[in-house]
């Protein structure tokens, strides 16, 4: 992100951004190299009685 100040909170609010979208520039590059990752794979989150749990 090349600028995070567009998440400052002001107030407990974020303000409204005045143009189009988050206010984020997405590095392409960086993203293009971690989609290559052979390993990647969603966690599995588990509660202390052993289930699984999602999102």
Known sequence: MTDPS?????DGYVQVPD???????????ALAAASREPDWHNPVWRRADGSVTEW
Do not use: S
């Open 19 to 29: 143009g189009p979208g988050l206010g984020v520039t997405v590095d392409e590059d």
């Open 6 to 10: 567009v998440f400052d909170y002001e």
